[in-house]
């Protein structure tokens, strides 16, 4: 089934460690986004790329960094984790930037930072 | 600043009708979605406004007045699937989603 693909499902990681959350997608989408969801507020915008080769920055940036080599990948990683990073990490993909629709979800990553 | 204001919680009884609304304030304005997300599960994508009016799909409809910065999501024959977080987010002038906190809607029998 074609869609986009997150790992780790979930993960516990002590503060201060380096970790890499991983997103794939085989719709060929020129966009895609990295989101979290905390209780009692919207998603919100980490990164994004509007095509391979490019990336942006989001909402709340700080502590993120991302990649795009390729169309289909799009890693997400935390330098040095803190417990403020403990969330539900969302990959997202479009077919353009976010002005064209529809965006399609990951099932998400649940991260918890001690 | 921009934000979307939606209820946070809502309860209605299978096989009624729930009308869920959301306003919002943003820099500019190019477009309203409304997503389902079921818990711990992805968001899923259910309708999107740009114009004024309402846009019927199936047992939802979403309805939207730019000049009220107003929509609101109708759910008709409650089914106890529907049970589930409805998102409501707008575009911005910048074409960046603004997304709001979520309803959640509880379905009793």
């Known amino acids: 089934i074609a869609g986009i693909t997150q790992a780790p499902t979930s993960q516990i990681l002590a503060a201060g460690r380096r970790m890499t959350l991983r997103c794939t997608q085989d719709?060929?989408?020129?966009?895609m986004y990295w989101y979290r969801q905390d209780l009692g507020l919207g998603l919100r915008l980490i990164h994004y790329?509007?095509?391979?080769?490019?990336?942006g920055k989001g909402e709340v940036p700080d502590g993120y960094s991302v990649s795009r080599a390729n169309t289909d990948d799009f890693p997400l990683t935390l330098a040095s984790a803190v417990p403020s990073q403990t969330s539900v990490y969302f990959c997202?993909?479009?077919?353009?930037?976010?002005?064209?629709?529809?965006?399609?979800f990951g099932e998400g990553s649940r991260l918890t930072v001690l | 600043g921009q934000n979307i204001d939606q209820p946070t919680e809502m309860t209605a009884t299978e096989g009624a009708i729930v009308q869920i609304n959301c306003t919002y304030q943003?820099?500019?304005?190019?477009?309203l979605f409304w997503y389902q997300q079921h818990a711990g599960e992805a968001p899923t994508f259910l309708s999107y406004?740009?114009l004024d009016g309402l846009e019927e799909k199936g047992r939802f409809s979403s309805f939207l007045s730019r000049s009220k910065g107003y929509s609101y999501l109708l759910l008709k024959e409650l089914q106890m699937k529907d049970s589930a977080s409805y998102l409501c987010?707008?575009?911005?002038?910048?074409?960046?989603?603004?997304w709001g906190a979520g309803t959640k809607l509880i379905i009793k029998p």
């Open positions: 997202a993909s479009s077919e353009n930037g976010q002005a064209t629709g529809e965006l399609f």
């Open positions: 719709m060929r989408h020129n966009a």
């Open positions: 790329s509007n095509t391979a080769g490019t990336t």
């Open positions: 943003t820099s500019g304005f190019n477009g």
């Open positions: 406004n740009v």
């Open positions: 987010a707008a575009l911005d002038s910048n074409y960046q989603l603004i």
